[in-house]
């Protein structure tokens, strides 16, 4: 740990140069005409927004994604000037705060539109309309709902529409054509507005599923997501990949302290599990506070290339494993990673859990440093930048 600047023993480690592999992959794999959306929302999915952001448009991407526009503004704060479109939706008494960052939001209400105008005055904001062609989430739905936002455009110079977009619902299902339903309403809806006078810049269907699925259908631009981050976007979608996707995030600890134990003796809150004459059970600092939640009780880490089982509830802030043999205080302990022959991935964990891998990083907690690793010039030396 190189110009370690915090001071617990528990840290996650990123590899920006997988991120810059996802998204060169991601650019060859499209047409030369479709440019790269980095989606970076969520503290760039547990991963550290900035960093990501910063290395994601070195590698080429033209454009930033997040969901909120706390989330824009924070990139903006760090220095970061690229485009940004806020998904989510944004109240419309933000939209000068928008504006003067050079923030673009996403519009698909006449009355958001209404209310923004009589505060933006003359001053211009970027806009993308998002469509809903069957997420049901957000989104402009029928011709009818179109037509009064093109006619309240037409009624206000305040607003630039830079792009129109749609969210596929089922893109991480090879198997479900329920994606060519909705490009068929996208395309129908996009081509209604286009023919009332809009002219957008970017048209942007695809997700990471989606630009691996139909790459010559999802507009000039693609929202690169998880596969950013070196996972697939379901279990499904691993057996269709075009390409190999590098996984970024690692997670580990260390051994903080090492008791040989009697027969009989408990371990945790509510002295669920006993220990054997003679186990070996080490102490790790990290509990359900920073993610690592109390339904990974039943899971491992990984301690000199070797399984170690968790032992009792994870604690808020700790946790026990039955250790293979003594071992010194200050081991490493990997928890997301490789060591020796062994590894556990974020999709392990994902399945352990019950759920997608898109929720393991995001749910490592604030309390867990990022380390942000990449080559120098010099091949084979290792920078270690830390951001908290």
């Known amino acids: 740990m190189d110009n370690q600047e915090f001071y617990r023993g528990t840290w ?26 980095a989606v970076v929302k969520a503290n760039g999915y547990g991963h550290g927004a900035v ?17 909120i526009l706390d989330e824009a503004i924070a990139l903006r704060e760090a220095g970061i000037e690229a485009p940004i479109l806020v998904l989510g939706w944004v109240p419309p008494i ?7 960052n ?27 309309l998002k469509i809903d062609t069957g997420m049901g989430r957000l989104g402009i739905k029928e011709e009818d709902e179109a037509k009064q936002l093109i006619e309240c455009l037409a009624t206000h110079s305040s607003f630039y529409v830079e792009g129109f977009y749609t969210h596929f619902a089922t893109a991480d299902e090879p198997g479900n054509p329920f994606i060519e339903i909705q490009i068929d309403k ?80 408990p371990i945790s809150y509510g002295s669920t599990y006993h220990t054997s004459e003679g186990e070996w059970i080490g102490t790790i600092p990290i509990g359900y506070a920073d993610g690592w939640i109390r339904k990974l009780s039943d899971a491992y880490v990984l301690v000199n290339g070797e399984r170690a089982p968790i032992v009792g509830r994870i604690c808020m802030d ?13 081991t490493k302990v990997t928890l997301i990673g490789k060591e020796g022959s062994e590894e556990i991935t974020i999709d392990d964990i994902a399945e352990r859990l019950e759920t997608i891998n898109y929720e393991i990083p995001c749910m490592i907690g604030p309390r867990v440093p990022r380390l942000f690793k990449e080559y120098g010039e010099k091949k084979g030396v290792m920078n270690t930048i830390l951001k908290k």
């Open 51 to 67: 960093a990501v952001a910063q290395k994601a448009l070195r590698a080429g991407a033209e454009y930033l994604a997040v969901a």
């Open 12 to 37: 996650a480690e990123v590899d920006l140069d997988a991120i810059e592999q996802n998204v060169k992959s991601f650019k060859k794999y499209v047409s030369n005409e479709v440019s790269v959306m």
């Open 102 to 128: 050079g923030i673009t939001l996403t519009v698909f209400q006449e009355k958001w539109l209404e209310e923004a105008a009589s505060i933006l005055g003359k001053t211009l904001l970027n806009i993308h």
């Open 94 to 100: 933000y939209a000068e705060v928008a504006a003067r």
């Open 318 to 330: 700790q946790f026990m494993v039955r250790l293979p043999s003594k071992i010194e205080v200050g």
């Open 186 to 265: 996208f395309e129908k809806l996009a081509s209604f507005l286009k023919e009332n006078g809009l002219q957008p810049k970017w048209v942007h269907l695809g997700n990471s599923a989606g630009s691996i699925r139909v790459p010559k259908r999802i507009g000039n631009l693609i929202r690169l997501g998880i596969s950013m981050y070196g996972l697939s976007p379901s279990q499904e979608m691993k057996s269709i990949q075009p390409f190999k996707l590098n996984a970024a995030f690692r997670l580990y600890s260390q051994v903080v302290h090492v008791k040989k134990m009697m027969a009989g003796e």
